[in-house]
């Protein structure tokens, strides 16, 4: 008996305090945008574009970097749907702004496939947390891209706040 008093302990020991993590999930939530949410912003950089007299294509991606939504106006040139993709994956895989990039498009990153350090690419983030990006490409100028691309994101910036 004198044995297996201390185990007998021990076990009513380990039972009672269980493993470190035991509190915390071994799950993550991850927020994502609906595909009403990424139609409206790319509705709205389209919106912003033509009301300069611009025509352009608006890619929203999530939060991986992944297509949700692809918006092409009428006469943009077929090239700006893959480079508003572009513009939106390396948005989303830097979470800051293309325009941003500048030191790194001189960098070895230039080569990386599948990310393009050009103006017009802006992460989509609320509450915190990043939910994914648009790129727009068409206009004569990238600052008007960017321009337009954050006109989408405004356009539902506050529904997003709110459903933090």
Do not use: W
Request: aromatic letters at 4%; one cysteine or more; glycine letters at 10%.
């Amino acid at each position: 008996m004198h044995v297996k008093y201390p185990l007998f302990i021990l076990l009513l020991n380990s039972l009672a305090t269980g493993p470190v993590f035991a509190d915390t999930s071994p799950l993550v939530t991850v927020n994502r945008l609906t595909m009403e949410t990424s139609i409206a912003i790319a509705r709205g950089a389209i919106d912003a574009c033509r009301k300069k007299g611009v025509q352009i294509t608006a890619t929203v991606v999530d939060r991986d970097g992944t297509v949700q939504v692809v918006l092409r106006d009428t006469v943009t040139a077929p090239i700006a749907t893959e480079i508003s993709r572009l513009k939106a994956y390396t948005a989303v895989n830097f979470n800051v702004p293309t325009s941003q990039l500048g030191r790194q498009a001189g960098s070895p990153l230039q080569h990386v496939d599948g990310l393009l350090m050009s103006m017009g690419g802006i992460p989509i983030k609320a509450g915190g947390q990043l939910l994914g990006g648009i790129g727009v490409s068409g206009a004569p100028s990238g600052k008007t891209d960017e321009e337009c691309a954050q006109a989408g994101i405004d356009k539902v910036k506050d529904d997003l706040e709110l459903a933090f």
